[in-house]
């Protein structure tokens, strides 16, 4: 079955660095999204993607965020100057269209980012 | 703004008690609702949603529109059903379809 895949599992980076968190959706997925979890507290959703551009973005995702897909099969998500209240669980979903799915959306394993 | 709540963090019963996991929820239209569950060292991933009103591994949920609530309900709780749920909002005709997650309850089945 296939999986929505992340990449690293775990990233631990300085203050101030850029990352950036890769996804690769489901192949035949059209929306894709972030969400994020910061240790002990509620998945919050940041931003989502549809036909190659953003389609919806939280107070979360501020200038300091962007999103990308590159090619036809990463989605990114950049950091650009990293703080420390960004360290979290970093999720990235994808669904079909509705017809095929309903709202479903698949979740990827997750990337743990640590910032010090 | 919508919300989501899961009054309990954990709710711990023996095997073969009934389990039932609050959720209520805030939104000035019509939702589509649903539950997610985490177990131990595994993705997220869907159990279930309002508008099919299926059974999945013996587990309901009926949306009470009147309450507000969308509670997940299992007669006979089984140990493997040990795991995070989480309740999820998506708001009605939103073309983004973000969710909107509660807190989560931790449910631990005692054999």
């Known amino acids: 079955e296939p999986e929505v895949t992340q990449t690293p599992s775990h990233q631990v980076t300085q203050m101030g660095q850029e990352v950036i968190l890769r996804c690769v959706p489901i192949?035949?997925?059209?929306?894709f999204y972030w969400y994020r979890q910061i240790l002990g507290q509620k998945v919050e959703f940041l931003v989502s993607?549809?036909?190659?551009?953003?389609?919806?973005k939280s107070e979360i995702f501020d200038d300091q965020f962007s999103v990308e897909r590159p090619d036809g099969s990463n989605f990114t998500l950049k950091i650009r100057s990293t703080k420390l209240e960004d360290s979290a669980m970093y999720f990235c979903?994808?669904?079909?269209?509705?017809?095929?799915?309903?709202?479903?959306?698949?979740f990827g394993p997750g990337t743990r980012l640590t910032v010090t | 703004a919508q919300r989501v709540t899961q009054p309990e963090k954990l709710l711990s019963v023996f095997k073969g008690a009934p389990v039932e996991l609050k959720c209520n929820y805030s939104?000035?239209?019509?939702?589509?609702l649903f539950w997610y569950v985490q177990y131990s060292r595994q993705r997220l991933q869907l159990l279930l949603r309002?508008?099919s009103r299926e059974s999945i591994k013996g587990f309901t949920a009926d949306l009470n529109k009147g309450e507000t609530s969308f509670h997940l309900k299992k007669p006979f709780a089984q140990e493997e059903d040990s795991a995070m749920y989480y309740c999820?909002?998506?708001?009605?005709?939103?073309?983004?379809?973000?969710?909107?997650f509660g807190g989560g309850t931790r449910l631990m089945v005692k054999p």
């Open positions: 309002h508008i």
């Open positions: 979903a994808s669904r079909a269209r509705y017809e095929e799915s309903s709202y479903e959306q698949y």
């Open positions: 999820a909002l998506i708001r009605g005709g939103n073309a983004g379809n973000m969710l909107t």
């Open positions: 939104y000035s239209g019509s939702p589509e």
């Open positions: 192949s035949n997925h059209l929306y």
């Open positions: 993607f549809y036909n190659n551009e953003i389609s919806e």
